[in-house]
């Protein structure tokens, strides 16, 4: 992956979370970090 690949799609990202924040109200930074709780715990489950 090329540092101009990485920076935009770490752009999209954020801008994603930005536009979740002013205008959709997804609740996707919750949500997230659901999902991430959830992987950390099967991710323990198999060490």
Do not use: Y
Request: no cysteine.
């Amino acid at each position: 992956m090329t540092n101009k690949i990485a920076l935009v799609l770490a752009l999209l990202i954020v801008g994603l979370f930005v536009l979740d924040g002013m205008v959709l109200h997804w609740g996707l930074p919750l949500l997230f970090g659901r999902q991430m709780l959830h992987f950390v715990e099967w991710v323990s489950f198999w060490r």
